[in-house]
Each structure stands twice: as C-alpha cells, then as structure tokens.
C-alpha cells in the first residue's frame, strides 16, 4: 500500500543551526512533492513545491530536495530561528485529476 | 479578509446531533476539500470536490456528508455526531494546475460529548 512517513518525533535544534527533514515514501510514482507549514491550532500553509524531474528548490532560508531513487525528500531550513518552531508536512501528487495525499508531520522546535 | 473561511471555529455538541460545518473561499478555485486532524494520524481526506457537479469519497467519508452550493461554498455535515468524530476539521482549495497546491481555511474544533 502506498505509504509516507515523516519522522513523528520532535525535532529539536539550536538556534543559528540546519533542521533537516525527512520525507519518504513507498508504492507511489508522485508527479511532485509540497511541504507546508502547520502552527498549533491553524491550518497548514503552502511553502516550497519540487517537480520529479528536479533535484532541488530553494526559497530564502528553505532548501528541498527530491531523490526519486531514493524515494525521498529532504526539508532544510538553514540559519534556523524559534519563529521557524512549528509543524512541518510533506504532501505528494500524482498530478491529473488526482489529489495530495499529507504525512503525518514533523514538529520542529528551535531552540534559543 | 481571509481567502477560505470556515464556521464555526468551535462547536461542542451532544451525541446524535446533525452538525454542519461550512466553508467560503474567494480564491475562485474550482476544487475544495474536507480534512479531518486528530493527534499522531494527521490529515485525512474526507470527501473532496473537483468542480459544482463533482463530488468524490475521501479515505474516511463514512459517518459524513457534504454539499456543494456553489464554486465559493462546500458544506461538511455529521448526520448524527459522535464522539470519535471529536477532531479539527480543515476546509482547503486549490486551482486547477497540476500541482495542486492546497490553500487551507483557519479550522474548526469540534468537540462531541
């Protein structure tokens, strides 16, 4: 069965540091890969989206990368603040007339 | 103001109350989707719409129904709430790309006594 797994523990990491991230995925040809944003109590926020045929995307501080081969996709939010403390979700594609399907989360905590 | 709009934001009801959750959006996506959010199982898909006239079973559509009134509105119901329907709902669109991209609404609690 087709299945994404994101680490479910927290992450915790000193403030100025790399988090890293890890989604991968079994039984799924996705068309794309999107991570998102979730704050306690609100719902998730659109942030970076990488296609199967490129190996990397950044945005500002956020760098993703997409190993088809390795059937994964690794999150990193370089130079990290608390602000950036939150929960963070891979969602993957087919593309067409089909839709995203969410991981579970990982939460990240920042610490000062 | 917010581009998807959800209410209520909180609702505690009793066991066997019909419940309606609705959304808005004026992002004027054809697509909408229902999410429910519970602890440690994350973002499971409810019923999801692709357009006015299409509407699509999500992996966890049993114990629930929806409407969709018009391109801005699709409406969640619980026919007869129970208790381990006491989750965060999230309402979300999303154009008509091929990436899908989801745009969620603020939530809503809802709590099942």
């Known amino acids: 069965s087709q299945k994404i797994e994101q680490n479910s523990e927290a992450l915790n990491i000193q403030e100025g540091k790399t988090a890293t991230l890890t989604c991968n995925y079994t039984?799924?040809?996705?068309?794309?890969l999107q991570w998102y944003r979730q704050d306690p109590g609100r719902g998730p926020v659109f942030l970076l989206l990488i296609r199967e045929n490129e190996k990397e995307k950044r945005k500002e501080r956020l760098k993703v990368t997409f190993d088809t081969t390795l059937k994964q996709s690794l999150f990193h939010i370089t130079a990290s603040q608390p602000a950036d403390s939150a929960t963070y979700l891979c969602a993957l594609g087919t593309g067409g007339y089909q839709k995203v399907t969410f991981g579970i989360g990982t939460k990240l905590q920042v610490i000062p | 103001d917010a581009d998807v709009t959800q209410t209520p934001r909180n609702r505690i009801t009793k066991t066997g109350k019909r419940i309606m959750l609705e959304c808005s959006q004026t992002?004027?996506?054809?697509?909408m989707y229902w999410y429910r959010q519970d602890p440690g199982l994350g973002l499971r898909l409810i019923y999801y719409?692709?357009?006015?006239?299409?509407?699509n079973k999500g992996e966890i559509s049993d114990g629930y129904s929806v409407s969709r009134q018009a391109q801005a509105k699709f409406s969640l119901s619980l026919e007869s709430a129970i208790p381990n329907q006491t989750a965060l709902y999230f309402c979300?669109?999303?154009?008509?790309?091929?990436?899908?991209?989801?745009?969620f609404g603020p939530g809503t609690r809802l709590t099942v006594l």
């Open positions: 039984n799924y040809s996705p068309a794309y």
């Open positions: 719409s692709f357009d006015v006239k299409d509407i």
């Open positions: 992002k004027g996506h054809d697509r």
């Open positions: 979300a669109t999303s154009g008509r790309g091929s990436t899908d991209t989801q745009y």
